[in-house]
Structure formats: structure tokens, C-alpha cells
């Protein structure tokens, strides 16, 4: 029989510390661990994708619980679900940053009324902007963020960082943190109501571990 | 070249037709069975119908200009509108009144979701009745609706409107912002969110506590127990219509202390239609007691609205259950 709950699990810079943290649930992580190419494991209850789908599966009830970075639900703020638990590993934080030296953005935004801000989180930048009442282009980019200021495409990036080690690197400096994230434990709204007591189980067990 | 429908908007053909039309004759026959008679009003009505109704979201998201330069909308639900027929067409008929309804309508929609700016709604209106036996003569059409459909594991949520505001001013929590905050994050579902606001409240810990149990609070009757002490007359409420109800009704029910979404005219009582074989609510509905005042008829009433649409995908659902 499977189990009560499929929990969507994100793979990439959360994944070992998510397959730990179910173990401790007395959910058996074995083969999700030592298969990297299966995306589907019904005997666990765990399916894995990347950490921007996970709001995806479990607004659409594929998954009943989903485990993503603060920064993910933010950047689809608009999803219905639920935000359960600060689960309070894969810390980071969200920043503006420039080349160091003189900041390039500033000076673009003081001559030219508008600076470029190159972001894989096009809508935290947005909002972060338009908060602090001020004009930002926002290019999108998919890969390395870093690249953008280097090469002249932007003044500024607005990413992820934890440790900063990448950042200074390539030669930037953090101006303006935005946000800080953690990872958290969502849930679609309907499996929360109707799997009430699994739901409760768990999260139970997570108080004591 | 293909003439393109604006984004949220389909054709119907036949095949599905034929399935949408076979479950909204099942669900009509047992609204004209207890007496809902059926009516239709205008998809436009003016603007100003609408703002009478204080709502909070699900307001009219598409405007038109008349030809004496007038504001008309495309009706966002069919309660405002049901409002307005009784008190001008109904304002000396005795109450109770029973009313059904099929229509569509018009939402805006976050693009790229898959959402319907036209969505087709099966709902009844019971106007005059208080609760709890308007409330439980309420739900139990909708769950005969339910079951003529062909529905089969789906529950429903029974929550109270008041409830958590209720909890609010017992414990003291006051300023339009901090309540704004708290109750803005209870409808994102924000718990990690909810915490902080309540935190910050510097409440004794069982006052917090029961601040951030009692919206996570869902299941049978016994979650009504939460209720005991500062919140003894919600429960008393629940109980009442729980008590009213027959067991093949009572059996659906979950009882849910967080429902709190609505339409902002929302009163009491308040509920959602869930089945496991689909993510998303079917239905909702609920008690606006206060909504005819302010069409000046003063009347109790209660209601719900279910989507077809979406009826009809999680009966197909059922069907094939969750892939595995």
C-alpha cells in the first residue's frame, strides 16, 4: 500500500538536507538517495523535481505537502497554499549587489534616472524596487547571474547567496539585502483538510525531531 | 490565419456539452425537488449594484460604458444580483424565498493559470431563514446535489466567518493594521507568517497559542472541543447546525476553524466543497445575513454556488483517481 502522503522534495542545494530531515520522520530516504535518475518513488511517497515546480505539484494537488525555499514561494506569491512550517535550514539571502568600488547601480540611478538589474527573480526584484520608490529595469536572465554585470548587460544583480563566496569571485559586493530566506514546508489546501490527521502526524513528529 | 478567443476563455463542444448539460440536469432536478425555483438575471448590471455589496475580493473585474455613459459590469457572482431581484421584484412577498440558479460568471484572472474569466455557476439562494435550520436545509440540498451528480467521496468544510475575528476581540487584539496583518496572512494560508505577526503581539503563550492552533484546527466534531472557553458561542453555533442535520449529511462534513476566505459579505456560517480526487475547492458557501439590508430588505439568508466546471473534472477525477 502507498503512503498517505506524496511529499514533493526539491532536488539541487536543499535535497540532502530534506532526504535527512524525512529519515528523521521515519520517512525511508534510501532509494531516493541512491537513484538520481528516478523522479518517482510511490513506496516513500516522494516525488523529486526542482525547487521552482514544487509550488506547481502541490497547488495542483499532485503532492499533498512540498518542501522549497522561501525565496521560490515568493517569486509565485500568487499560488494558493499553504505555508506550514519554517523548517530553518538551506538559510540564504536575497541581495541587490554591483561590482565593488564606486556602485555602478547608484551612479546609473543618480545621471540617468533608471538603473539595469539583471535577477533569475524577476518579480521579488520588481516589488523590491517599487517599494523603495525607485526605477529599475529588470532583465531576466535563466544562468549564471553573475555574468551580467561583467559583461555589461546590467549595473546590478539581484540572487540568491549563502555563504557570498560566488559574488566575490566575480568581483561583487552585496549592497542591499532584501530578503532572507529558509526552507519551508507547504501544503495544498485541500489534501490539509481532507488528510488532516496524516498531516497533523507529521507535523507533530517534526516538533520532536 | 485563426481568430484567437481572449486567455481564459473556451469554446464548448458537443462530447463535453453533452456531460456539462447531463450533470446540470441531475443538480436542477434536485434544487426544483425542494422548491428553488430557478431565475436568470441580466449578466450586466451597473456598477454601483455591485459596490452595495461591500465585497472583499471576487469583485466585477470587467467594465462597460452605456450609451448615457453609465458603469455596467459583468456580474462576478449571482448572490448581488439575487439580492437585488428581492428587493425590488420580492420587496412584499413573505419570506422564506428559495431560489436556484445556473449561470455564468466573470472573473479576472492572474494570467497563465488555466482560470476562466467565464465560469458557469449551479447555486441556490435561501433568503428569510436563520440559522441553524436555514443553514442546514442549505446543506443538505447541496449535498443531494452532490450525490444526483454522481459525486462520491467528496466532504465539506463548515467553517464560521466570525469566528476568528470573534477570537480577536477576546483577546484584545486591536488596531485595523495588526488585525489586517493577522487576517491578511490567514487568507494566504501563511502559517510561518501568522506566527510572526502573533508573536509580536507579546500575548501570554495560551492566548498565542490558541491563536495558531485554532485556524490549523479541522476535522470531526471533536475539533469543536478547541472551541471550549473563549470561544464556547462559535461552537455553540456549529453545533446547532450539526445537530440539525441528517447523518448522511453530518458525515460529510469537516469541520474547518480556518475557513475563512469568503466574499467579504459573509456573516456565520461559511463552507467549501473539497473531493480528494482534485487540488482545488468545487464549491462555496455560506450565511450573509447582512447583504439584503443593504438592498434595503433586511432579511437572513444563506446560500451556495457550485462550479460546474470543476464539477465536472473532479466527477472525472473520481473516475481515475490519482495516478500512481
Known amino acids: 500500500m502507498n503512503p498517505p502522503l506524496r511529499i514533493a522534495v526539491p532536488r539541487g542545494a536543499l535535497f540532502n538536507q530534506t532526504l535527512d530531515l524525512l529519515d528523521r520522520l521515519g520517512i525511508t530516504t534510501q532509494d531516493v538517495r541512491t537513484n538520481d535518475r528516478k523522479l518517482l518513488f510511490d513506496e516513500a511517497g516522494i516525488i523529486t523535481m526542482r525547487p521552482s515546480d514544487v509550488p506547481t505539484y502541490v497547488e495542483a494537488g499532485a503532492a499533498d505537502l512540498g518542501i522549497t525555499g522561501k525565496d521560490v514561494l515568493l517569486e509565485q506569491s500568487e499560488r494558493d497554499l499553504y505555508e506550514l512550517v519554517d523548517l530553518g535550514y538551506g538559510e540564504c539571502t536575497m541581495v541587490l549587489a554591483t561590482v565593488a568600488g564606486a556602485d555602478p547601480a547608484a551612479e546609473a540611478l543618480r545621471r540617468l534616472g533608471v538603473m539595469r538589474i539583471a535577477t533569475k527573480y524577476p518579480r521579488i526584484a520588481t516589488r523590491h524596487f517599487l517599494e523603495t520608490g525607485r526605477q529599475a529595469e529588470i532583465v531576466e536572465v535563466k544562468g549564471s547571474v553573475e555574468l551580467a554585470p561583467l559583461a555589461g548587460l546590467a549595473e546590478g544583480i539581484v540572487d540568491l547567496t549563502a555563504s557570498g563566496t560566488t559574488l566575490k569571485e566575480n568581483g561583487l559586493v552585496v549592497r542591499e539585502e532584501i530578503v532572507r530566506s529558509t526552507a519551508r514546508l507547504i501544503a495544498n489546501p485541500v489534501s490539509h483538510k481532507l488528510k488532516a490527521g496524516a498531516i497533523d502526524a507529521l507535523l507533530e513528529r517534526l516538533d520532536e525531531v | ?324
Open chain 2, 1 to 324: 490565419m485563426t481568430d484567437r478567443l481572449p486567455s481564459g476563455t473556451r469554446d464548448f463542444l458537443p462530447d463535453e456539452m453533452r456531460e456539462l448539460r447531463a450533470v446540470t440536469d441531475r443538480v436542477r432536478a434536485v434544487f426544483e425537488r425542494a422548491g428553488y425555483g430557478e431565475v436568470y438575471t441580466p449578466a450586466l448590471e451597473y456598477e454601483t449594484t455591485f459596490t452595495r455589496a461591500h465585497m472583499d475580493s471576487g469583485r466585477p473585474a470587467y467594465r462597460v460604458f452605456d450609451e448615457h455613459g453609465n458603469v455596467l459590469v459583468l456580474r462576478s457572482d449571482m448572490t448581488v444580483p439575487i439580492a437585488r431581484l428581492v428587493s425590488t421584484r420580492y420587496h412584499d412577498v413573505e419570506p422564506p424565498l428559495r431560489f436556484c440558479y445556473f449561470a455564468h460568471a466573470y472573473r479576472g484572472v492572474r494570467p497563465q493559470r488555466g482560470q476562466s474569466r467565464e465560469f458557469l455557476q449551479a447555486g441556490i439562494e435561501l433568503i428569510g431563514a436563520e440559522s441553524p435550520q436555514g443553514t442546514a436545509e442549505v446543506l443538505t440540498i447541496l449535498c443531494d446535489a452532490l450525490d444526483a451528480a454522481g459525486l462520491k467521496t467528496y466532504r465539506v468544510g463548515l467553517g464560521d466567518a466570525a469566528l476568528y475575528p470573534n477570537l480577536l476581540d477576546r483577546l484584545h487584539v486591536e488596531g485595523p493594521d495588526r488585525r489586517e496583518r493577522i487576517l491578511t496572512e490567514l487568507a494566504d494560508g501563511d502559517f510561518v507568517g501568522l506566527q510572526r505577526e502573533v508573536t509580536a503581539l507579546g500575548l501570554s503563550p495560551d492566548d498565542a497559542a490558541l491563536l495558531l492552533t485554532v485556524p490549523q484546527t479541522r476535522g470531526g466534531p471533536e475539533v469543536l472541543h478547541a472551541l471550549e472557553g473563549p470561544l464556547e458561542h462559535a461552537a455553540t453555533g456549529m453545533r446547532a447546525v450539526h445537530a440539525e442535520l441528517a447523518p448522511n449529511v453530518a458525515n460529510r462534513i469537516i469541520f474547518d476553524l480556518g475557513l475563512v476566505r469568503g466574499l467579504g459579505y459573509y456573516t456565520g456560517a461559511v463552507f467549501q466543497v473539497y473531493d480528494p480526487a482534485y487540488g482545488v475547492p468545487i464549491g462555496i458557501g455560506g450565511r450573509y445575513d447582512d447583504l439584503l439590508g443593504q438592498f434595503g430588505r433586511p432579511l437572513p439568508a444563506v446560500g451556495f454556488s457550485l462550479n460546474v466546471e470543476r464539477l465536472h473534472i473532479a466527477l472525472t477525477s473520481e473516475e481515475r483517481g490519482r495516478p500512481t
